[in-house]
């Protein structure tokens, strides 16, 4: 897994820096992608690497995109961790362009 270390104070430069390349590397490990109400919930499976990547894309999303509701999930006995994305009107037109959530809403 790449390290995108994260020092602070984290400014919007920095992650402007490292999202594109950090956003890449999440998209990938997406095992499957829920429609909600207010946005999308990405599951990401049962491996525990995903929570650095996952992590630290929280913390990207939340000085670029202010505006964004992010809850990680990390279910009980070794379960699937899954990252909830929401936020204010329009958030959710905006996670399926920028996320490119196309792919995982093919069914």
């Known amino acids: 897994m790449v390290d995108y270390s994260i020092t602070y104070p984290f ?3 920095a992650a402007e820096d490292i999202r594109e390349s950090l956003l ?10 829920q ?3 207010e946005g999308y919930l990405l599951n990401f499976g049962r491996q525990s ?3 650095q990547p996952v992590s630290q894309l929280v913390q990207v999303e939340r000085v670029i995109n202010p ?3 992010m809850l990680v999930i990390v279910e009980s006995n070794g379960g699937p961790i899954k990252l909830d994305l ?6 959710k037109e905006f996670l399926y ?7 995982w809403m093919m069914a």
């Open 11 to 13: 400014t919007k430069q």
């Open 97 to 103: 362009s920028e996320f490119g959530l196309k792919r």
């Open 86 to 91: 929401s936020g204010p009107t329009g958030t």
């Open 35 to 37: 429609e909600g109400e």
């Open 24 to 33: 890449a590397v999440v998209l990938d490990l997406i095992k499957s992608v």
């Open 67 to 69: 505006f964004m509701r």
């Open 49 to 51: 690497e995903v929570l």
